[in-house]
């Protein structure tokens, strides 16, 4: 017996759209990497995933293909997702015991036919068990909220493909929406922006970097100007822009609005007694998307309700879900009744 087999290897899994992390049990946190894969495209056999695959994001010949499986909450390519999953389990864990527990975390309006996709694909990596939790429940859960009280709690989960907001009460969903509009529409709307604004063409990457850097939704403190580098789209040289964080500001503005809009709707239709709770307690945030500087308080002046930002909300989802794991007894309510085939 080696000296890890004392530990169990039961593992928390959020299968992120962006991001993937898994937590094992006794240990935390043990992965956090982007859930991108690097593939062959003849053979279809996986070169890299995580952190290695994203390196390798718009600058690979054209027999390697990279793709973000779980782009837009939907499990885009099956084979690939399931590849994914085996290799980033096997990365924690070289001699995983095949006979562990799982608990996976998937978007709230997944079909039955993707859960099933997850719950094989867990399987397939070796899990014996395999249970699934919703993510804004999860969310809620590593937040710290009392899911099982008889209140109410509004979660909204910002990750890269979608925007999860939840309402929930007796450690069920009472009331959700998820939209595909979230941290990857942020960074459409800023390449849109320089393209149209300052003829250049930018990566994915710099967009990104740009939106965590200076993105914001409600004037900064100072205003500041950054340097941008792409291709120019007039001649096709490598060329830099400067451009304003306002201007910044007013391309984000788009899918920041639709994000508040699928909120308010989310309220709308809440029952009254739940509204009343969260009027009380507010709107929890988490994801990545929550970060955007901002955010909280033009969510706060659009909704004039209480709004607060999970602690470390890159991680809020896992966390969640690995304290389901490390208490399955207790929370069995919260996780997602579905059929064994
Ligand atoms: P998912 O659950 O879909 O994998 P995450 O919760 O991991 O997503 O969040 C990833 C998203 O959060 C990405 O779109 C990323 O650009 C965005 N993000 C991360 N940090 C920041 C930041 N400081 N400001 C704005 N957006 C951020
Ligand atoms: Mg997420």
Known sequence: MSFFSVFSADLAIDLG??????????????????????FDRN?????????????MLGRTHRDIRTIRPMKDGVIA???IAEGMLREFIR???????????????????????????????????GAKEVHLIAEPMAAAVGIGLDVDAPVGNMVVDIGGGT??????????????????IAGDEMNSAIIQFFKKNHNILIGERTAEAIKCEVGSVMPLKEEVTIQVKGRDLVNGIPKTTEASSVEIR??????VQSIID??????????PELSSDILDRGIMLSGGGA??????????????????VAEDPLTAVVRGTGKVLENLNQFTKVLIKSRRY
Request: net charge neutral; aromatic share 2%; hydrophobic share 40%.
């Open 43 to 55: 053979t279809k056999k996986i070169v890299a995933i995580g952190n290695e695959a994203r390196e």
């Open 17 to 38: 759209t962006a991001n993937t992390l898994i937590y094992m049990r006794g240990k935390g946190i043990v992965l956090n990497e982007p859930s991108i894969v690097a």
């Open 163 to 180: 925007t999860e907001i939840a309402v929930i009460a007796l450690s069920g969903i009472v009331n959700e929406e998820s939209i595909r």
């Open 91 to 125: 990365k924690i864990h070289a001699n995983w015991s095949p006979s562990r527990r799982i608990v996976i975390c998937v978007p709230s309006g997944v079909t039955e036919v993707e859960k099933r996709a997850v719950r094989d694909s867990a399987e397939h990596a």
């Open 250 to 255: 007013d391309s984000l503005n788009e899918p």
């Open 77 to 79: 390519d099956f084979e």
């Open 291 to 308: 970060l955007l500087k901002g955010l909280d308080e033009r969510l706060r002046l659009e909704t004039n309700l209480p709004v607060h």
């Open 262 to 271: 699928a909120v308010k709707l989310t309220l709308e239709r809440t029952p």
